[in-house]
C-alpha cells in the first residue's frame, strides 16, 4: 500500500510564506513524476505544481509561477513545495499526487 503523507501547512498571512512536504515511505519514489494539486472551497481540484522523476523539469501553473518551488530529494523520498507571496486565493487542500496515489490532503490557510 502506497502512503503519501503530507505535513507543513497551517495559516499564513497574506504575503507570507509556507513550506510543505509529501514524504512516501516505501514506495519507489524515483521513477516517477510527482505533484502537489489543491483544491479551494466550492472548486475543483487543480494542478498546481509538478516534477518528472530527476528533478530536471517542473511546471506550474500560471497562478503559481514565480513564487512557488517544487523540488525533491530522491535518497529521502520527499518532494517538498515552497510557497512564497501567497494570496487568500491560495487558501485550500493541498494534495501530493504520484501515479494513481494522493496523498490525505493538508490544509492551507491565507488570511490576516
Known amino acids: 500500500q502506497v502512503q503519501l503523507v503530507e505535513s507543513g501547512g497551517g495559516l499564513v498571512q497574506p504575503g507570507g510564506s509556507l513550506r510543505l512536504s509529501c514524504a512516501a515511505p516505501?514506495?519507489?519514489?524515483?521513477?516517477?513524476?510527482m505533484g502537489w494539486y489543491r483544491q479551494a472551497p466550492g472548486k475543483e481540484r487543480e494542478l498546481v505544481t509538478f516534477i518528472t522523476q530527476t528533478g530536471r523539469n517542473t511546471n506550474s501553473a500560471d497562478s503559481v509561477k514565480g513564487r512557488f518551488i517544487i523540488s525533491r530529494d530522491n535518497v529521502k523520498n520527499t518532494v517538498s513545495l515552497q510557497m512564497n507571496s501567497l494570496r487568500p486565493e491560495g487558501t485550500a487542500v493541498y494534495f501530493c499526487h504520484a501515479v494513481t496515489y494522493w496523498g490525505q490532503g493538508i490544509q492551507v490557510v491565507v488570511s490576516s
Open positions: 516505501g514506495f519507489a519514489f524515483s521513477g516517477y513524476t
